[in-house]
């Protein structure tokens, strides 16, 4: 049956307007972006198809605009939506960080991070640079690696974060292999890193490990010592 001929509330859009786009399912929501189902299916089945050949929805929308186009039911019009819709998220994200909000919580570097680092193909070792009042001074990306493995070097970061002059620094990197527990070598990793800032007197706030969930913040996990707190 057409969607068109679905009762109101149970159509993609106008689920979205009345109730929010968290109440829409995967398939619902790409379904926004399909103009009409693939011969003898409406937008939602197409969209579930595509789900089961190409999924899950990480790894569809890791996807650039050439390899979606020739998707069934996508073509370069649905396409281009959804890899714009995915930069203007980024772009968001980029936006609060330049007009200087300050990093209040975990949760606010965690979604800035995995937005920058979900998708990449190889561990990627990032750094936000703050001051005093925990504004952001810069987002850089300082190592990247193989696969599953990217060497970090404490005395590096420091060194950026004194050209910064920032007075905290959060970091974080990703697993590309989606299980985003931290390992013993990240840990070590961090403690070490948090010695060597706090020799020159910048803070260690936090360092969030990006996967295919949410991101694991070391800092709500008590692994930092002394326990540094977003509001010092």
């Known amino acids: 049956m057409a969607i068109k001929h679905w009762l109101e509330q149970d159509r993609p859009r106008e689920k979205l307007l009345a109730r929010g786009p968290g109440a829409l399912a995967d398939s619902e929501l790409l379904a926004i972006f399909i103009c009409k189902g693939v011969k003898g299916t409406n937008a939602i089945e197409s969209a579930r198809k595509l789900l089961e050949l190409h999924g899950p929805l990480r790894r569809l929308m890791d996807m650039d605009a050439n390899a979606l186009k020739e998707l069934p039911a996508l073509g370069p019009a649905s396409a281009c939506k959804m890899v714009a ?54 987002y850089e990306e300082l190592f990247s690696g193989t696969i599953d493995a990217a060497t970090v070097y404490p005395r590096e ?14 970091v974080s990197h990703n697993h590309p292999s989606g299980n985003a527990e931290p390992s013993a070598a990240d840990r070590q990793m961090t403690a070490q890193l948090q010695q060597a800032l706090t020799l020159v007197g910048v803070r260690l706030l936090d360092h969030v490990v990006v996967g295919d969930g949410l991101p694991v913040s070391m800092a709500e996990r008590g692994w930092l010592k002394p326990k540094l707190s977003f509001d010092d």
């Open 85 to 138: 819709a995915l930069e203007l998220a980024s772009r968001h994200l980029l936006a609060q960080l330049e007009r200087g909000e300050s990093m209040c919580d975990p949760g606010t570097a965690g979604r800035y991070f995995k937005q920058r680092l979900r998708s990449r193909p190889q561990e990627v070792f990032a750094a936000l640079f703050l001051d005093t009042r925990n504004r952001t001074l810069a």
């Open 157 to 170: 970061v420091v060194r950026r974060a004194l050209l910064h002059n920032a007075a905290a620094v959060i």
